[in-house]
């Protein structure tokens, strides 16, 4: 891994990925938005290519028609950090498992699917984590309603 800073990073990255990837910067992070068809590569890309070893945080937000996925990724030994988000259809809402990535995101993945009913592929254990088995439906998704009323 070579040596660089968050804007050489951002630049190869746009480069590389193309109309796929948007950046933002806000005042505290880099944000990346990009497809849900390239999250996976770019995840790796920015755990092998730039040492972001850590996903520190993975939440979601509804937005009604759609869902956004949000990552805050820290490298530790560069004290870097960055936000990637994403956003899947709520009719088909799943999105690639980074567990093969981040073993971090084993129960923050379980967590969302709790709550927000995102299936995340190739989880090895896409369980409930909270609530109980037999709970019916996603609490903080804008559309429930306990007791189906």
């Not at 990724?73 to 809402?93: E, F, G, M, Q, W």
């Not at 379980?110 to 709550?115: G, M, P, T």
């Amino acid at each position: 891994m070579q040596e660089f800073n968050l804007e050489q990073m951002v630049q190869n990255l746009e480069e590389q990925i193309g109309d796929k990837l948007r950046t933002v910067r806000d005042q505290f992070f880099i944000v990346l938005n990009i497809d849900k068809s390239e999250l996976r590569s770019l995840m790796f890309k920015l755990r092998d290519d730039y040492g972001f070893n850590h996903l520190a945080n993975l939440s979601s937000v509804d937005y009604g028609e759609e869902f956004e996925l949000v990552y805050h990724l820290y490298s530790i030994p560069a004290n870097d950090k960055i936000c990637v988000k994403t956003r899947v259809v709520r009719n088909s809402a799943e999105v690639d498992s980074l567990i093969e990535i981040w073993s971090t995101a084993d129960w923050q993945e379980r967590e969302v699917y709790d709550l927000m009913g995102i299936k995340f592929k190739g989880h090895p254990n896409l369980i409930r984590v909270l609530l109980p088995d037999d709970f019916e439906g996603h609490p903080l998704r804008k559309d429930f309603v306990m007791g189906g009323r």
